[in-house]
T-cell receptor, first 114, second 120 residues
């Protein structure tokens, strides 16, 4: 079973920041937080990952709480093309073996509206 | 991602038929994965392979088999297809040593476009 809890759906106005929450209260010290998204029925796309510190890349920012029990993915200026299902996944450090595999839950369906 | 291709993209078949789905990648990654996705649900791992000689069962391997013919090719077979195997199938790859030559601790996967399989 997925180790994360996400809202089923969210709306966001185009041009505004989209803040997608994720609860992972049972996360272990050796587990990363990953975010992927899936646009329509395309293959999922990696967005960002983090262990302890906040992370930022060209797509998004990841804010992880100090106790690591929750995180927020931030899309700073959402566009219509960001409409997708966003998956928050926790997975162990991946040095081989199944502990590093990704387990996808149902995710959050983000709808960006004009 | 164009670097990961899947064939066929769509397939309709009948119960009891043998079906093979193929995945090829030009990314030079050593790890490959097969997932299935049912409507409204997340992806579930069927099989994964960390190199040509390494094949592992995932969460839902019953009714499926795989072959890693080369580092770049990973095929999924349904020996005798049944209707509840109707789903969207995705192949993915990842690199155990991205760029640095040292093992990576994180698992960034690159997915193919998917194969929509319908079993009647």
């Amino acid at each position: 079973d997925a180790k994360t809890t996400q809202p089923t759906s969210m709306d966001c106005a185009e041009g505004r920041a989209a803040n997608l929450p994720c609860n992972h209260s049972t996360i272990s010290g050796n587990e990363y937080v990953y975010w992927y998204r899936q646009i329509h029925s395309q293959g999922p796309q990696y967005i960002i990952h983090g262990l302890k510190n906040n992370e930022t890349n060209e797509m998004a920012s990841l804010i992880i709480t100090e106790d690591r029990k929750s995180s927020t993915l931030i899309l700073p200026h959402a566009t219509l093309r960001d409409t997708a299902v966003y998956y928050c996944i926790v997975s162990a450090l991946n040095y081989g073996g199944s502990q590093g595999n990704l387990i996808f839950g149902k995710g959050t369906k983000l709808s960006v509206k004009p | 991602d164009a670097d990961v291709t899947q064939t066929p993209r769509n397939r309709i078949t009948k119960t009891g038929k043998r079906i093979m789905l193929e995945c090829s990648q030009t990314k030079g990654h050593d790890r490959m994965y097969w997932y299935r996705q049912d409507p409204g649900l997340g992806l579930r791992l069927i099989y994964y392979s960390f190199d040509v000689k390494d094949i592992n069962k995932g969460e839902i391997s019953d009714g499926y088999s795989v072959s890693r013919q080369a580092q770049a090719k990973f095929s999924l077979s349904l020996e005798s297809a049944i209707p509840n195997q109707t789903a969207l199938y995705f192949c993915a790859t990842s690199d155990s040593t991205p760029g640095t030559g040292y093992p990576s601790s994180y698992n960034e996967q690159f997915f193919g476009p998917g194969t929509r399989l319908t079993v009647l």
